[in-house]
């Protein structure tokens, strides 16, 4: 593979439903990165794992959102009952850490809109 | 954390002139940063990096410049192209291998190239 692929790219849900997202870093990509991006801005960080370890969190991950990466490899992020202000962009980002380069790579994104 | 408006600043410039997109990072124990490029409904793209032991870096077309006195960043494009039509983020991280590795985002600009 040649790039950060995300699933699915578009998602209209009803509130209060749940979705989930899911993101396929590149290929032994050890860090995987999940933003959030609205209209006008710029992306804003959520969550990082390193493998399969979830190191940091952002506070704007409420106890609604949950992200896991049980194998060090994909990742899912999951918004349970969700409202309209969860409509955005949902980047997900891969790196590695080995070698001198530490770019993040970002996929294509999931655009969810709550209505 | 911090109010933003919804306005992007923009350049517009002429196709074939060079284009200076400038960035005011916040935080002094950032050493690290990226250029990101994104075109509507897709995710950021990486154009460069610079790290804090160094003041400019040159890629194909692009230089970024890094002042770190005074906080600031600089993409400069040669002979910008319409397909450099796009919104421009700065990214700077805190750290390097050290407390985090989330990126913080700027605000944008948008770079039009009139024909």
């Known amino acids: 593979d040649t790039g950060v692929s995300q699933d699915p790219r578009h ?5 209060g439903q749940n979705v989930t997202f899911r993101c396929d870093p590149i290929s032994e990509h050890n860090r995987l990165y999940w933003y959030r991006q609205t209209l006008g801005q710029g992306p804003e ?17 409420s106890d609604r959102f949950s992200a896991e990466r049980p ?20 980047l997900c980002a891969s790196s590695d ?19 | 954390g911090e109010s933003v408006g919804l306005h992007l600043p923009t350049l517009s410039v002429q ?28 995710g950021p793209q990486f154009i460069i990096d610079i790290r804090s ?21 600089s993409l400069q494009i040669a002979a910008t192209q319409p397909g450099d039509s796009a919104v421009y983020f700065c990214a700077e991280k805190a ?16 770079l039009a190239v009139q024909p």
């Not at chain 1, 490899?73 to 918004?79: D, K, N």
């Open chain 2, 95 to 110: 750290g390097y291998g050290g407390a985090t590795n989330k990126l913080i985002f700027g605000t944008g600009t948008l």
């Open chain 2, 15 to 42: 196709e074939g002139d060079n284009s200076i997109i400038n960035c005011a990072y916040s935080n002094s124990a950032s050493d690290y940063f990226i250029w990101y490029k994104q075109e509507s409904g897709k």
């Open chain 1, 11 to 15: 998602k209209i849900t009803k509130r």
């Open chain 1, 71 to 90: 194998k060090g490899s994909f990742s899912t992020l999951e918004i349970q009952r969700t409202e309209q202000g969860d409509s955005a962009m949902y």
């Open chain 1, 45 to 61: 960080f959520l969550t990082y794992f390193q493998n399969e370890a979830q190191l940091e969190k952002s506070r704007l991950l």
């Open chain 2, 53 to 73: 032991n160094m003041d400019k870096r040159q890629g194909q077309r692009v230089t970024v410049l890094l002042n770190k006195t005074v906080k600031h960043l």
């Open chain 1, 97 to 115: 850490r080995q070698g001198a380069n530490t770019e993040a790579f970002f996929g294509q994104g999931t655009r969810l809109t709550v209505v």
